[in-house]
Each structure stands twice: as C-alpha cells, then as structure tokens.
Nanobody, 124 residues
Framework: QVQLVESGGGLVQAGGSLRLSCAASGRTISNYAMGWFRQAPGKERESLAT????????YYTDSVKDRFTISRDNGKNTVYLQMNSLKPEDTAVYYC?????????????????WGQGTQVTVSS
C-alpha cells in the first residue's frame, strides 16, 4: 500500500498563494490516480482536484477552477496543489489521496489511501 504525507499548509492572507505537496512512499504513485480534497469544520469532505496516472486527465470542482492547479511528478513520487487567489472560505484541512480507479475519479469514495491532512487558514 502507499503512505501519503501532506505538507505546505499554513496561514495566508486572502489573495495569497500556497503550494501543497503530497509525498508518497511504499509504492510508486504512477500506479494511482491522485486527488486533493478538503474538509472544513461541520462540513463534508469536498473533492477539489484530481489527476490521472500519467497526468493527461484532470478534474476540478467549480469553486477552485482557474485558481488551483494539480500536478504530479511521478519520478519524485509527489503530487502538488498550487493554490492562488485564496479566499477565507478556502480555510479547511486539505488531504491528498490515491485511487486505483482509472482516469481522474472525482468522488472521495473512489480513493483508498489518504494522508493525515494539512491545515490551510486564509485570513480576511
């Protein structure tokens, strides 16, 4: 199985940027679709962006299109989420996850392996 560790979260002012990283170990991520998700207090886990094994296919939820970019470096076994134009409503714990489903599956239920999460707080 694959172990995932997120990093790069923190406190940022509205309009700022952060780059999250998800480092994998145990298995190569080239065997998995990867995704980024977030969960705010009292809310359900939300899909943000997903990417297929080779990176050719991506999915973005409407609220982050044109602001967030998912990418992967299979050679470094790492997935990234570049977040620009951050808003206070982006405040949440951000998770990366791995899926054996082909393509760029968007639903959290399609992901088997999860990291522990990293907190992102956007101040107004």
């Amino acid at each position: 199985q694959v172990q995932l560790v997120e990093s790069g979260g923190g406190l940022v002012q509205a309009g700022g940027s952060l780059r999250l990283s998800c480092a994998a170990s145990g298995r190569t991520i080239s065997n998995y679709a990867m995704g980024w998700f977030r969960q705010a207090p009292g809310k359900e886990r939300e899909s943000l962006a997903t990417i297929s094994r080779g990176g050719a296919r991506t999915y973005y939820t409407d609220s982050v299109k044109d602001r967030f970019t998912i990418s992967r470096d299979n050679g470094k076994n790492t997935v990234y989420l570049q977040m620009n134009s951050l808003k206070p409503e982006d405040t949440a714990v951000y998770y990366c996850a791995a899926s054996t489903t082909w393509g760029a599956p968007s639903g959290p239920n399609e992901y088997t392996y999860w990291g522990q999460g990293t907190q992102v707080t956007v101040s107004s």
